[in-house]
T-cell receptor, first 114, second 109 residues
Framework: GAGVSQSPSNKVTEKGKDVELRCDPI?????LYWYRQSLGQGLEFLIY????????KSGLPSDRFSAERTGGSVSTLTIQRTQQEDSAVYLC????????????FGPGTRLTVT | GEDVEQSLFLSVREGDSSVINCTYT??????LYWYKQEPGAGLQLLTY?????DMKQDQRLTVLLNKKDKHLSLRIADTQTGDSAIYFC?????????FGAGTTVTVRA
């Protein structure tokens, strides 16, 4: 596609439910990143994929968070047993390679946990 | 260390120049970025500079880098209402970006 796309754009869920957030990177981009933007923490790195592998998961806040990428393309970020502190905008970015310096961001998914 | 700091707010009159400042702490060679975020939107890559450069100009945007003081600035010439947004300074660390808190720029008529 022309840019990074994410779905859904907005998600409201009840505390304790699981959610899945999807990212479709720019065609041909092998590297994919998830970031989180919240009022208290600003913009923070969550996880990085090179192809289907995740060499760095260090930013995932807890073991309730997981992510996968299949076919070197679409990625899914899953949050289990959501908590109110998970409310944030989840941003996905992609780049041509892991050491490519230009990361292009999608519009984000706004997650609200009630 | 990876710590990026920037001032939180800037108000500027339409047609004037805006200058947004940022400091970073990583002492290794790196790339430094400016991203723009409009309300409800993702991050738009505006420009970036490698740390061995002093200046980069791209149309109305000028990036200045003082490597000794680890100070980065973004100048927007002839600021327009469409420039109202949050501007994030970021530092590239291997493959991930470390962001500042963002500067909210408000353009007044």
């Amino acid at each position: 596609g022309a840019g990074v796309s994410q779905s859904p754009s907005n998600k409201v869920t009840e505390k304790g439910k699981d959610v899945e957030l999807r990212c479709d990177p720019i065609s041909g981009h092998t590297a994919l990143y998830w970031y989180r933007q919240s009022l208290g923490q600003g913009l923070e790195f969550l996880i990085y994929f090179q192809g289907n592998s995740a060499p760095d998961k260090s930013g995932l806040p807890s073991d309730r968070f997981s992510a996968e990428r299949t076919g070197g393309s679409v990625s899914t970020l899953t949050i289990q047993r959501t908590q109110q502190e998970d409310s944030a905008v989840y941003l996905c970015a992609s780049s041509f390679g892991g050491r490519d310096y230009e990361q292009y961001f999608g519009p984000g998914t706004r997650l609200t946990v009630t | 260390g990876e710590d990026v700091e920037q001032s939180l707010f800037l108000s500027v009159r339409e047609g004037d120049s805006s200058v947004i400042n940022c400091t970073y702490t990583d002492s290794s060679s790196t790339y430094l970025y400016w991203y723009k975020q409009e309300p409800g939107a993702g991050l738009q890559l505006l420009t970036y500079i490698f740390s061995n450069m002093d200046m980069k100009q791209d149309q109305r945007l000028t990036v200045l880098l003082n490597k000794k003081d680890k100070h980065l600035s973004l100048r927007i010439a002839d600021t327009q209402t469409g420039d109202s947004a949050i501007y994030f300074c970021a530092e590239w660390n291997d493959y991930k970006l470390s962001f500042g808190a963002g500067t909210t720029v408000t353009v007044r008529a």
